[in-house]
């Protein structure tokens, strides 16, 4: 007997605000697949109206995950094809997806991702903080034990942080992180790809003044830990200082501030020492 050809499921990234940030590769998949499993079938069907295509909607969310795994395995078992959406972005990221994609892994049904707009990336890109080496932890834990050992993950990590934060905690979490690293320098990506789309940078000290009954979604990069570095900048000469910054993408002005601040110099005085 003819073994039946297994459907696909596509992960595809849909806008994170605007409805223009869609690929033309998303647009093509959505209305040719035969189902598209959505986190709130009523949020995709106004991008689906927005795009005209008219296509069947399942529900699949965080809390009916493994029983509509099911229902999707049936289907791509009988050679279905399907699209898998999240309300915004990237689905995975901080989204429902994870046990369907294992699921098909284990019985061999293709996945094909079609990438798109995801809130953290962005952030992290317009943040002006180092991308060479991040790590993303989504948003951070309530429970109080699993928050303090996040938070001390946050405080060592050399590499740069990105986290998601809801409007109504953003004080709480702000208020955390300035208890265990102080002032250190941190961007909040706030409405990405909206009207209202604005990036708040400084200390922490500064985005919580800032940042007051602040609303919208939002994005915070976190600089990594720098310490060691700064410790070993008075064996550096003034030009090895220079590059180290450079080469993290910084413009002069920026760099010459924090040379002054490194080396507990006056940004005159750093001036006067390059002339
Ligand atoms: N899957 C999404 C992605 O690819 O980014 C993330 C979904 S997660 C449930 C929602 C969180 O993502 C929000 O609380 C916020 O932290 C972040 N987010 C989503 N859209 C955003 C936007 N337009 N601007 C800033 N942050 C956004």
């Given at each position: 007997m003819e073994e039946v050809k297994k459907g696909k499921l596509y992960i595809v990234a849909t806008p994170i605000g605007n409805l223009e940030d869609i690929t033309l590769r998303a647009i093509q998949v959505l209305k040719n697949v035969d189902l598209i499993a959505a986190?709130?079938?009523?949020?995709?069907?106004?991008?689906?109206n927005h795009l005209e295509i008219t296509k069947p909607l399942i529900s699949y969310h965080r809390h009916n995950e493994e029983i509509k795994t099911e229902v999707l395995m049936e289907k791509l078992l009988k050679g279905q094809n399907i699209a898998l959406v999240s309300d915004a972005g990237t689905p995975g990221i901080c989204d429902p997806g994870e046990v369907v994609i294992q699921k098909c892994i284990k019985e061999n049904v293709e996945i094909i991702p079609i990438p798109g707009a995801c809130a953290m990336i962005n952030a992290l890109i317009s943040s002006g903080i180092s991308t060479k080496e991040f790590t993303f932890l989504g948003f951070l834990p309530l429970n109080k034990k699993a928050r303090k050992e996040k938070l001390k993950e946050i405080e060592i990590s050399k590499k740069t942080i990105i986290l998601y934060e809801a409007p109504h905690k953003l004080t709480n979490t702000l208020e955390d992180l300035k208890d265990i690293l102080g002032n250190r320098s941190i961007v909040l990506a706030r409405e990405l790809t909206k009207i209202h789309e604005e990036f708040?940078?400084?200390?922490?000290?500064?985005?919580?003044?800032?940042?007051?009954?602040?609303?919208?979604?939002?994005?915070?990069i976190i600089e990594g830990n720098q310490e060691e570095e700064k410790k070993s900048f008075e064996d550096l000469t003034l030009e090895e200082h220079y590059q180290f910054y450079e080469k993290q993408g910084?413009?002069?002005?920026?760099?010459?501030k924090k040379i002054a601040k490194d080396r507990g110099l006056s940004k005159n005085e750093v001036y006067q020492q390059f002339l």
């Open positions: 986190e709130d079938t009523r949020h995709t069907l106004k991008l689906l708040i940078r400084g200390n922490i000290q500064d985005i919580l003044v800032k940042t007051e009954n602040l609303k919208g979604e939002m994005v915070l910084l413009e002069k002005k920026e760099i010459i």
